[in-house]
Structure formats: C-alpha cells, structure tokens
C-alpha cells in the first residue's frame, strides 16, 4: 500500500472514531428517564390519624368518710369479677351503729304492736264501758227528775243525779277520744308508724355506711391503679383506686376540623397500636362529636373495636386509617409520578417522541402510593417517575421502562 493510500485509510479512520466519539458524548448527554404507564384499578383513599385506646367504663373510688383501711386484696394489673371485694375499711363504729338502729326499729316495732293489740283495744273496751255507764246515769237522771216533781225527792237528790251524768258523759267523751287516737287514724297509731318509719331509716342509713367501707367492683374490670395500702388512715376525699370496666374498646382520634366533610358514621378503618404495628385490626367509625374544639380546631371522633387485640390496653397510642372514599375502575398513577400534588394545579411529564411534554392533571382520590387522575392523561402515555428537577418540557430523554 502507498503511502498517500495509506494517509486516506487513516484519515477515514480517525474521523470514524472521532464520529463515534461524538455519537457515544452526545448520548450520554441525554438524561435518562424511569416511565411507567397508566394503569386502571381500584383506588381506596384514606385517612390516617394518630389517637388513643379510651375505656368504654371507668370507676375511681374514693373515701366518703375518715377511717383507715384494713384489707386490700387486689392490686393494680389485677382482673377482678363483679361484685369482688377490692378494699375494706374499718367499720367497727359503723357495726355498732347498725346494731343501734335495729334495736331501735325492734322497739319501734314492738310499740306499734302495742298500739295495735292491746291499746286500740283497751280503748275500745272503755269505750263501750263509758257507754253504758252514760246510759245508766241518764236513766236515773231521768228517773229522779220525776220523782223531784212529784215531791216524792229532794232537790239535794236531783242534784246528785245530774252531777254523775254529767261524770258520765264526761268519761265518756275521753274514753272516745282515747278510742279515736289508737285507731288507723288516730294520733297514737300515727306516732307510732312515724316512730317505726323513722327507725326504718336510720337503720338503712347505718347499713349505707357500712356498706360504703367495703368497696366491690360493679362489674368486671382491671384494676388500674391503688394509691392505698392496708394500715393507711384515709381522709374523706381520698384517692384509693381506678378501675377498668370490661366492654367494647374504643379508639379516640381529634381529626382537624378541614376533615369533617369526608367523614361519616358507619366508615371502616384500620389502626394499629405503636407498640404492635404488625398487628393491624379493623374498627369502624360510629361517633362524630357535635362541636368542634374551637382552641385547637379539631373534632372527636371514636372508632367502636369488635374484635381487639389482646395486646390492645388504655391509652395506648394507635395509627387509624379510615377509608373515606374508593374508586373502583380509575386511571391511576404513582403518587411520585405527579408534581405540585399538595398544590392546586398538579402535573406530570410525559415522554413522547423522545421528548418530555408537561401536561396539567386533574386528581381525584389520594390512596396512599397510587393516586387516581380523572383528566389529562390516556392509556397510552408513559408518564415520567421521580423526574428531575434538572428537566425541562421538550427536552430529549431516554427511557427506561419502571
């Protein structure tokens, strides 16, 4: 080969490379791009709000009177049934009042008894006695102004007569009133049911006492807490325990007011406690409160639990995603795939041509990572994922498929 043939090939040569050089610079210039396309599918929107465990029922007992506590069987974590014994107090005072106010009532008793049997009767008795003592003397009262007109007596005699008749009927008006006063509506039979009914009372009230130093759970529960131990003298007012009624678990959420719209009775949920978030479970909303907290703008809303987890106790902070609203056939994108989504004109890119076109969307439901667009894209647009900050509309991109 010549030389002059020689210089050409390697003329041809360099300027090949050269080529390629700027070919394989001017390519990788390009930016490079992850698309993914336009999927239809279901869309769930939710809500998610941290909140609380709240219990369904709790009791905090306290003292009612100055003693000191004697037996304290149960203590906080213990579960206790109805009606089980949680705290006793003194009541050896208390014990002797009762014993006072029923040997009261017994004698109150006793003298309604008499009243009735034996009074009521007396009276009667007498009453029928003054009766016909009053017969007798009007009898010869009668008898003997007869005889004084005839001649026959003297009016020193009438006037004996007519003072025992007016003995007479003397006795017998107390014997009626005596008959009246021990009968069901005399003044006796009424002071001694008034005797008996007050006597009832003080007993009722000696039992209430007493029955106020023995503190039983009302229904079953947990004891939260006891702030008492045995020997301890109380106060009237005294914190002694907490309990946890069993029942239905509640969660308590404070959404912003803003999310009111989007909530309704009878929505279902998802939470989680944040000490267990692998043990999801579902609840349903079944309160809205009717005001709103004007100081920091939210609303109470509680969630009703069916079926908790055991691990699930009071107070524990939970995770709550409520499903306020689905779309069942969307077109849907990932949520990385859409800028400016908080904003009120969204948009994403669009690689067509090998060139990104921005295009303005309109969304619609927001569920989680997919995010459903109602307007400004079709099945066949391969939408820009993460785009750069660094892309502009028109620029050349290369694909890559996500």
């Known amino acids: 080969m010549s030389v002059k043939r020689r210089r050409i090939v390697g003329a041809l ?26 999927e239809r599918g279901r ?13 369904q029922s709790e009791v905090r007992f306290a003292a009612r009177e100055g003693t000191s506590v004697t037996q304290a069987p149960v203590q906080a974590g213990d579960v206790v049934a109805a009606g089980q014994l949680l705290l006793h107090m003194d009541d050896a005072e208390a014990s002797a009042l009762v014993a006072q106010a029923e040997a009261a009532l017994a004698q109150a ?19 029928a006695e003054t009766r016909a003592e009053l017969a007798k003397a009007q009898r010869t009262a009668e008898r003997e102004e007869g005889l004084f007109a005839k001649g026959v007596l ?17 006795r017998k008006r107390s014997a009626d009133l005596a008959a009246a006063a021990t009968s069901s509506r005399g003044a006796q039979w009424q002071a001694a049911l008034a005797a008996e009914t007050f006597a009832e009372a003080g007993l009722l009230i000696a039992k209430a006492r007493m029955e106020r130093l023995s503190l039983r759970a009302p229904a079953a529960g947990v004891v939260t807490s006891r702030s008492v131990e045995v020997g301890d003298v109380i106060q009237p007012g005294t914190s002694l325990m907490t309990l946890v009624l069993d029942g239905p678990k509640e ?59 055991e691990a699930l106790r009071t107070d524990m902070t939970i995770s ?32 067509a041509a090998e060139k990104l076109e921005r295009r303005d969307v309109t969304v619609g ?19 820009v994922v993460k785009p750069s900050g660094a892309l502009e509309a028109g620029d050349r991109v290369r694909v890559v498929e996500g």
């Open 251 to 309: 969660l308590v959420i404070e959404p912003d007011e803003k999310n009111l719209a989007l909530l309704s009775i009878g929505q279902v949920a998802m939470a989680s406690a944040e000490a267990f978030p692998d043990q999801r479970f579902d609840a349903t909303l079944d309160y809205i409160a009717p005001a709103v907290d004007a100081t920091r703008g939210t609303i109470e809303v509680r969630l009703a639990v069916p079926n908790p987890p």
């Open 109 to 127: 008793k006793a003298r309604t008894r008499e009243v009735q049997t034996v009074t009521s009767k007396t009276a009667a008795a007498r009453q």
């Open 365 to 383: 439901r927001r569920g989680g990572q997919q995010v459903e667009i109602t307007d400004g894209v079709t099945a066949q647009d391969r939408v």
């Open 13 to 38: 040569v360099t300027t090949a490379v050269l080529v390629g050089a700027g070919l394989l610079w001017s390519r990788s210039r390009i930016p490079e791009v992850t698309v993914v396309s336009v």
């Open 154 to 170: 003297t009016a020193a005699d009438v006037d004996r007569a007519r003072t025992a008749l007016t003995v007479a009927r003397s």
């Open 43 to 55: 869309v769930v929107e939710t809500l998610a709000i941290i909140g609380r465990v709240a219990p």
């Open 320 to 351: 709550v995603d409520i499903v306020v609203g689905e779309s069942a056939d969307a077109f849907t994108l990932p949520a990385s795939a859409v800028m400016d989504l908080a904003s009120g004109a969204p948009w994403i890119y669009v690689v």
